[in-house]
């Protein structure tokens, strides 16, 4: 009996008791004067027992066959559902194995299984969002995930989200690098698809902010001090198409699309692990067919304003001159270009006038092809031939002078040198005392 009963009961015996009217009791309990007459009326006949609920222990006749439920856990203890969480499990089981289970039962069904632990709910600190957009288009926030997308079963992936503010409208794909190609590809394709928004919001990488180049011996200018710096590729190409960028000072400020590589890492990741895919094109073909739609179809809401923002794309737009990579150079006397070290030729019908020694902007577009642009005109260019060395003739080395060896001291020489080397005699003053002087005795 529960608490609730108990105190239901407590008014009973004070209506039997008439210590309170049946009026009374009912205002008391929220039920009609007939429900208490019945309810004293089993209080007479049954006991305390009669407020207990008769249903009470027995199964619902709404309840699963536990055949159905064994069978739910069997599929979901496969590796391939691992980590599945009850609503997207419960997804997998109706599409796939035409198994209808609600999200609680599943939840409960998975809990007695050890296939899902339930969570605490924390109470966090509550923090006001930014509202959204009014309408669609105004601003699109982008990003690049990088992620163990394919679980080791392939090579390393990276995520890039376009994602509208007023309504979460996904627009995504896989590359294997996140650069700037990438980038302006995943840039054309949205493009093209829905024209140009109003701004994008994106974080301060490289690929959209020039980083300023401070020596280490001294400070970095603050931020209006700062000479301004030319945009990046990407910079250009928003500029040239109309489209005004908004930098994010933290990862907080772009909270949609940080959430949304949350889900897509959650789900995105389990959906491709059951269709077993290893490459970058199957996982772009998952992406494009089961996952985007999924998004758009169940997470898109309404915006506030049904106008759209989004600009469609005039004759003055050239996404293939605007999404490259642009240089400028000057144009040599011969109609050539330097670039990258290599010589290249621009391919000319007629010759237009100012060619010659003008800056003209080089284009290296999405398809690898090189093109220069000059007052509003476009031409290919093609790289020169380089000019054949010329025969270089090797001349044998000369070779080296016999040494002559030298000719051997005469025998004079051979004397002379010795009494050079002989000890030294007696010094002058010594000799100058010896008496020497010849007598009639001795003679020398």
Same mark, same amino acid.
């Given at each position: 009996m529960t608490q609730r009963d108990r105190d239901r009961l407590v008014v009973l015996k004070k209506a039997q008791k008439r210590l309170i009217t049946q009026e009374q009791a009912a205002q008391e309990l929220s039920l009609t004067t007939r429900q208490i007459k019945r309810l004293l009326r089993r209080l007479r006949e049954e006991g305390d027992k009669a407020v207990v609920h008769r249903l009470r222990g027995r199964p619902s006749n709404r309840a699963l066959p536990e055949a159905l439920c064994q069978k739910a856990v069997a599929i979901l203890s496969r590796e391939v559902y691992r980590g599945f969480g009850p609503t997207l499990a419960s997804e997998y089981l109706e599409k796939k194995h035409r198994l209808k289970i609600g999200r609680e039962k599943l939840r409960q069904i998975m809990m007695r299984a050890g296939l899902w632990r339930a969570r605490r709910q924390k109470v966090e600190k509550v923090h006001v969002w930014r509202p959204?957009?009014?309408?669609?288009?105004?601003?699109?926030?982008?990003?690049?995930?990088?992620?163990?997308?394919?679980?080791?079963r392939g090579e390393k992936l990276y995520l890039i989200h376009m994602i509208d503010d007023a309504t979460s409208e996904l627009t995504a794909r896989f590359v294997r690098h996140d650069s700037t190609q990438e980038n302006m590809r995943l840039l054309w394709s949205y493009l093209e698809r829905h024209g140009r928004p109003v701004a994008f919001y994106t974080d301060k990488a490289s690929l959209f902010q020039t980083a300023p180049k401070v020596a280490r011996d001294q400070k970095e200018l603050p931020r209006d001090e700062r000479e301004p710096l030319?945009?990046?590729?990407?910079?250009?190409?928003?500029?040239?198409?109309?489209?005004?960028?908004?930098?994010?000072?933290?990862?907080?400020?772009?909270?949609?699309?940080?959430?949304?590589?949350?889900?897509?890492?959650?789900?995105?990741?389990?959906?491709?692990? =059951? +269709?077993?895919?290893?490459?970058?094109?199957? !996982?772009? %073909?998952? &992406?494009?067919? /089961?996952?985007?739609?999924?998004?758009?179809?169940?997470? =898109? +809401?309404?915006?506030?304003?049904?106008?759209? !923002?989004? %600009?469609? &794309?005039?004759? /003055?737009?050239?996404?293939?001159?605007?999404?490259?990579? =642009? +240089?400028?150079?000057?144009?040599?006397?011969?109609?050539?270009?330097? &670039?990258?070290?290599?010589?290249?030729?621009?391919?000319?019908?007629?010759?237009?006038?100012?060619l010659r020694k003008a800056v003209v902007r080089v284009e290296r577009r999405l398809d690898e092809t090189l093109m220069v642009r000059f007052r509003e005109h476009s031409w290919p260019i093609e790289e020169c031939p380089k000019p054949p060395k010329a025969a270089v003739t090797v001349q044998p080395k000369p070779k080296p002078a016999s040494r002559r060896k030298p000719p051997q001291p005469s025998e004079s020489c051979r004397l002379a040198m010795a009494r050079f080397l002989q000890k030294p005699g007696l010094p002058v003053w010594k000799a100058a005392e010896i008496d020497r002087t010849r007598t009639e005795d001795v003679l020398d």
């Open positions: 959204r957009r009014s309408c669609r288009g105004e601003l699109v926030q982008w990003d690049t995930s990088e992620h163990d997308w394919l679980e080791g030319p945009p990046t590729q990407i910079g250009r190409a928003l500029q040239e198409l109309g489209i005004a960028w908004i930098a994010a000072h933290s990862p907080q400020a772009k909270g949609r699309v940080e959430r949304s590589f949350g889900t897509a890492q959650d789900r995105l990741v389990k959906g491709r692990r =059951v +269709v077993r895919a290893r490459t970058l094109e199957e !996982a772009n %073909r998952y &992406l494009e067919q /089961e996952f985007v739609p999924w998004w758009n179809q169940h997470l =898109v +809401v309404e915006p506030a304003n049904a106008a759209d !923002a989004h %600009r469609p &794309l005039g004759p /003055e737009h050239d996404l293939a001159s605007s999404l490259s990579q =642009v +240089v400028m150079r000057e144009v040599d006397n011969n109609y050539t270009v330097a &670039l990258d070290g290599q010589t290249y030729r621009i391919v000319l019908d007629t010759v237009p006038a100012g």
